[in-house]
């Protein structure tokens, strides 16, 4: 059975995205970390032909493209000595993300990536613990501890700015 790259990209594009977006913080950035996933399963067609392990490709790159994304941006506000523009929120934002859900993403992104990665990854994108372990390349109780930690965390986070 061969991989169907096109149905992947019409059947998982839109929750790639919006799986990135809220790990790099942008819809720009969020897609080309998608396409950038996208062009490197098409590179890797010959070697991949289970179409669930090629979805799994798919979030391991996307979950690798945002790490990547957001230690270059580091790296080049780590070298700016001149003071970045104010930019304003994308005027498409509050489409993306509903004004209830501000508080809770702005606490999730208070913690560490790991435990962001997780609670993505279980509660957006609703993967089992076995499919996060093996997007991760975490076990199954790494996991489990890391979600709990991570969840702990983010309660009192929420429960300090209330």
Known sequence: ??????????????????????LVDGTPAA??????AFLALHR???????????????RRSVLNGARDAL???RTVRAHLRVAEPDVGAAADEPA??????????????TLPARDQEVLLLRYWSELSEADIAATLGISRGTVKSTASRALDKLQKA???TR
């Open 71 to 73: 230690r270059r941006r």
């Open 44 to 58: 890797k067609l010959g070697t991949i032909r289970d179409p669930q392990a090629a979805l799994a490709y798919l």
């Open 31 to 36: 897609e080309d970390v998608v396409h950038d």
């Open 1 to 22: 059975m061969d991989v169907d790259v096109a149905a992947l990209y019409a059947e998982h594009r839109l929750g790639l995205v919006r799986m990135a977006v809220l």
């Open 96 to 109: 993306l993300l509903a004004d209830e859900h501000a508080s809770l993403l702005a606490a999730v992104r």
């Open 158 to 160: 929420l429960e300090a």
